[in-house]
């Protein structure tokens, strides 16, 4: 590791601890050169994989979309902000987990729908209506009768 000062190359390492949040390593070093001390930390670099859209063009996976999307779909129900950030996360590891350099976007509507239909069922609906382009009422029916029909079966489940 250079010497942030003087860029001599010669930095030994005199401690590493583990940061308090333990999601990196925290190391001390002191230079050879001009004796100066610093710090360095290491950290996991974790990439989500690049968005594959229907036109085939490529876009950096943006959380702030995913959430602007989740929130549009809740907008005025009732699930609390700790519920959409734990559907965020789970979103997002099950996109980390995957190992994929791309995804397509259907992939992760289906993610996002999986999400909501847990979450909350009249968010599921208008979600699932504008990502799979309701045309009219019956489709309305049919996600309607899908979601009814499942709650039915934990019912009887219990």
Same mark, same amino acid.
């Given at each position: 590791?250079?010497? +942030? ?6 930095? +030994?390492?005199?401690? =590493? ?21 610093? =710090? ?8 989500? +994989? ?17 959430? %602007? ?8 129900? +009732? ?26 976007? %259907?992939?992760? %509507? ?37 979601? %009814? ?10």
């Amino acid at each position: 590791m250079k010497c +942030p000062f003087c860029n001599h190359e010669d930095t +030994p390492v005199l401690d =590493t601890r583990v940061a308090e949040d333990g999601s990196s390593i925290r190391r001390r070093r002191r230079c050879d050169a001009c004796d100066k001390r610093f =710090t360095t930390y290491e950290r996991i670099e974790l990439t989500l +994989p690049v968005i594959v859209k229907k036109n085939g063009s490529r876009t950096d996976f943006d959380a702030g979309k995913l959430r %602007g999307s989740l929130m549009l779909a809740l907008r005025k129900r +009732p699930v609390s902000a700790e519920a959409l950030d734990a559907a965020l996360q789970s979103i997002q590891e099950k996109l980390l987990q995957s190992g994929a350099r791309e995804v397509m976007s %259907g992939q992760i %509507g289906e993610l996002v729908m999986r999400e909501l239909k847990r979450l909350d069922k009249i968010a599921y609906i208008r979600f699932a209506s504008v990502y799979k382009s309701f045309e009219d009422v019956t489709e309305f029916e049919d996600a309607i009768a899908e979601v %009814g029909s499942e709650r039915k079966t934990r019912k009887r489940e219990q």
